[in-house]
């Protein structure tokens, strides 16, 4: 193959380095900042400060941060220096002073870390000070307190371990922990696959990065073919689309790396998986003194651990990464008929897009649909990470109060080497009849709608618009009843009619008095009447005056029959006259008996109440039926 | 019963108007209800249809003024009630203060059914002057029986025929009305200019006491009492 680059090129590095050296020297633009890793932290966490100088000089001192708020726990220094040499121009040189604080807040609050200062040449430099939220206990994160379980007070030696840890992530992408080996006969140019680590859990992510090493100038890479991840689950990191190259030196001889594709790949299934060569088309020169050349990458080999004992039946292997499980309800207080949203979201680091939130599960009384999904990833420091929320809708069937049971989610640390549950706090959804329905239902019920009772109701609750009629009467407007034609009449007809009789009944009168017949009906019915008098009489002791009534009322009768005065006839021309008027026999002889009895009865005898009696039928029956 | 529309006819128009309610389109119910109304063949059941309509549509004044117009026309009903009910619910106004008390007799009138009291009146009223003619024909020994029960009749009419008068004197008296307008402002005298004493809305039953060119006299539930617009209130 044959050599692009020359060594009239090293030459004119080298000289451009030593050129630009001293150039931080009279550069007043200080690039000085101070970054936190986590802006949520518990008191009993410890979290990382960093502060950053650019291009400061050698004898220039940072003044950390202090406050009463914060203790720090441990601190660290380092220094890098980067040359690079791009599109044949000068040198460019940056030194990247890192200080890397272990810190733990003191009380909860929002708390401020002050800014941290640098003074250069007189002058004084500050970043910006740095907002934390502080709560009581822990928060999450990996702690080395409570890894070594000694509450509040950390290990110095854990701490250590965690800082060294710490320091690992926090340069993670800055030191390049592969050491390619130059191929022979590619030694120009050659493409290089590697890990960040070759040795992992089952779930757990290993970061691919594919480069480029160069001596040459490259004109383009025109086609990239990534290994075959079979036995992993890829998600893509990093896909440049323009070459950008860094300096590397590899074996003592200086190269250019040029990142082709970074990939987060997590092993699926345990044991050593290899990793095919990746294979790249590669362009170097300019316009036509360029050329084509292929290269393939060196294999790979991944230790894939399973997860270790202890840990749930059948856990996915997408559970593994660091999470944190969280419930959210929009709403606590809700009508009937009126759905509520429960977003439950596990976040964290790992998997995001296998792993699987842990099912909503309710009181019957609350009918839970479906969830809808959605993701949310990002890489930071080529760590996948981010979220994964299921939107539940929760439409309450009936009033009361209703309690979301926690959710559990149970996962493996790699970090911690341990598995670790996730748990939400229960929540109690408090249900009221909708507006215009029965207070009695949501009153009288909610002691009996609680969780106890969680068999389905089909709630009916009054209220709301009653429907139309669908039979109807037709009728004219109404008018009251006093108000219509007929009242009055009716109500004056009765008077009028009595009236009419009463007045009837005296014209009756006055005309019968003006015949014979008339008068002789008018006598007989005042005997009659005179008769009932007597009867008054006929159990009191003037046995006489009993007698004297009788004996009038039958004259009275008599006289009115026959049409003439009885009163002095014998009893022989009485008996010829009654005769004479028609009177038979029976009648004639109950006429003579009474007046026989009345003759003896009002002269001293007759006093039996018997004959009394008697002679009163008697009277009655010779008046009766004698028109 | 004779009227404009055979029953057919009518029975059609009122179903036609239900199903438009059904669909919600409110103005062709509204439309058939009121054809019947107008030509003399509503009744209780047309009138709660259309207030019930008035009601779906926000129309609250004439929803409450229809309801009634239902409840004076053919007495309470479940029905009824509940739709008035939620009318009143969502009214504006609230009345607060001590009611004031009516008068005896319109409070009588209101405690009892008209037309139940004045049949009662009528048919006790006739039957016992028919049993007093009876008794008059009847001989002395058997008027007893007749007596009593004559007796008995008067007893329940003449209190029935009072109460009928006092419904007749109420009815004459006494005039309820619904606000129409959505905002109808009381003033102090019957001018326009005249200063506002309050405001009712739509929905709000009050009573109308006396009349002088286009204003009312209105009196709230609570005596509150004011001068009105006349087209702002539509009698029950």
Request: charged share 25%; no cysteine.
């Given at each position: 193959m044959r050599r692009t680059g020359s060594a009239l090129g090293v030459v004119f590095a080298v000289f451009a380095l030593l050129a630009t050296a001293p150039a931080w020297a009279a550069s007043d633009d200080l690039d000085f900042y101070q970054t936190v890793d986590r802006e949520e932290v518990g008191t009993e966490d410890t979290f990382r400060l960093t502060v950053v100088v650019v291009d400061a000089p050698s004898n220039a001192q940072v003044k950390v941060p202090e406050s009463d708020d914060f203790a720090i726990l441990s601190s660290s220094r380092s220094s890098q220096r980067s040359i690079s040499l791009s599109g044949g121009g000068p040198a460019v040189i940056q030194d990247v002073t890192r200080q890397v604080l272990t810190m733990q807040a003191?009380?909860?609050?929002r708390l401020k870390i002050p800014p941290s200062e640098i003074t250069v040449r007189g002058k004084t430099y500050r970043t910006q000070p740095v907002e934390l939220t502080v709560r009581a206990g822990r928060v999450g994160g990996p702690p080395a307190s409570a890894q070594s379980g000694?509450?509040?007070?950390?290990?110095p030696f854990s701490s250590l371990q965690s800082q060294m840890q710490q320091m690992e992530e926090a340069f993670g992408d800055m030191m390049e922990p592969d050491r390619p080996t130059i191929p022979r006969g590619d030694s120009d140019l050659f493409l290089r696959a590697s890990l960040d680590r070759d040795t992992v859990y089952v779930g757990e992510q290993v970061t691919l990065s594919l480069y480029i090493y160069s001596r040459v100038d490259l004109s383009s890479v025109d086609a990239v073919t990534m290994p075959k991840l079979e036995g992993f689950w890829t998600e893509e990191v990093e896909s440049p689309t323009q070459l950008s190259g860094e300096q590397r030196v590899v074996d003592g001889i200086p190269y250019r790396a040029y990142l082709l594709r970074r990939r987060a790949i997590f092993p699926v299934k345990s044991g050593t998986l290899a990793i095919t060569p990746a294979e790249a088309d590669i362009t170097t020169g300019f316009l036509f003194a360029g050329h084509r050349v292929h290269r393939v990458s060196n294999p790979l080999k991944v230790k894939v651990k399973p997860l270790p004992p202890g840990g749930p039946k059948d856990l996915p292997n997408a559970h593994v990464g660091s999470w944190r499980l969280s419930m959210d309800v929009s709403q606590t207080q809700v009508e009937l008929g009126q759905p509520v949203t429960v977003k439950v979201t596990l976040e964290g680091v790992g998997n995001v897009k296998n792993v699987t939130p842990p099912t909503l599960k309710g009181p019957a009384a609350l009918k839970i649909y479906e969830p809808t999904t959605s993701d949310k990833v990002s890489q930071q420091r080529h760590r996948v990470q981010g979220r994964r929320v299921m939107e539940y809708l929760v439409m309450p069937q009936r009033t009361g109060s209703f309690t979301l049971p926690p959710l559990e989610f149970t996962y493996f640390d790699p970090r911690a080497r341990k598995y670790e549950v996730a748990r939400t706090d229960p929540v109690t959804l408090t249900v009221e009849a909708g507006a215009g329905g029965a207070s009695s239902l949501s009153a009288g019920t909610s002691q009996g709608s609680?969780?106890?009772?969680n068999e389905q109701k089909n709630v009916l609750t009054a209220g709301g618009l009653r429907p139309v009629r669908y039979q109807a009467k037709f009728a004219a407007p109404g008018v009251p009843v006093w108000q219509r034609g007929f009242f009055v009449p009716v109500l004056l007809a009765p008077l009028g009619l009595l009236l009419g009789v009463a007045l009837l009944g005296g014209v009756r009168g006055r005309m019968a008095l003006r015949t014979e017949a008339g008068r002789g009906r008018q006598q007989a019915k005042a005997a009659r009447k005179r008769l009932a008098d007597a009867e008054k009489l006929?159990?009191?002791?003037?046995v006489g005056a009993f007698y004297g009534e009788v004996e009038k009322a039958l004259h009275g009768f008599l006289e009115a029959r026959l049409g003439m005065p009885v009163v002095g006839l014998t009893r022989e021309a009485l008996a010829e006259r009654l005769t004479a008027s028609g009177a038979d026999a029976e009648r004639r002889g109950k006429v003579l008996f009474v007046l026989e009895a009345c003759d003896f009865g009002r002269y001293?005898?007759?006093?039996?109440p018997a004959e009394r009696q008697k002679v009163m039928d008697a009277a009655a029956a010779a008046m009766e039926g004698w028109a | 019963m004779s009227g404009y529309y055979t029953p057919e006819e009518a029975q059609d128009i009122f179903l036609k108007a239900n199903e438009a309610y059904a669909r919600e389109d409110y103005a062709a119910a509204k439309e058939g209800y009121e054809k019947l109304l107008s030509n003399g063949q509503g009744g209780p059941d047309v009138l709660y249809n259309l207030g019930t309509t008035h009601l779906a549509q926000g129309d609250l004044g004439r929803a409450v003024l229809a309801l009634e117009q239902a409840r004076k026309a053919g007495g309470v009903a479940p029905d009824l009630e509940a739709n008035l009910a939620l009318a009143r619910a969502r009214q504006v106004d609230k009345v607060v203060g001590a009611t004031a008390e009516d008068a005896f007799l319109p409070r009588l009138a209101a405690a009892t059914d008209g037309p139940v009291v004045a049949w009662t009146f009528l048919g006790t009223w006739v039957a016992a002057f028919a049993l007093v003619l009876l008794w008059r024909v009847l001989a002395p020994g058997r008027r007893t029986t007749v007596g009593i029960l004559a007796v008995l009749l008067f007893a329940i009419a003449v209190p029935s025929g009072l109460l009928v008068a006092t419904h007749a004197y109420v009815g004459a008296t006494v005039h309820e009305a619904v606000v129409l307008a959505p905002t109808l402002v009381a003033r102090?005298?019957?001018?326009?200019?005249a200063r506002s004493i309050f405001e009712v809305h739509a929905g709000l039953k009050v009573r109308l006491l006396e009349e002088t060119g286009r204003f009312v006299r209105i009196r709230l539930p609570n005596g509150l009492e004011g001068w009105a617009e006349r087209d702002g209130v539509a009698g029950i």
């Open positions: 003191k009380r909860p609050g000694r509450g509040r007070q950390p290990d609680t969780d106890a009772a006929q159990s009191g002791s003037n001293g005898g007759g006093g039996d | 102090e005298l019957p001018q326009a200019g």
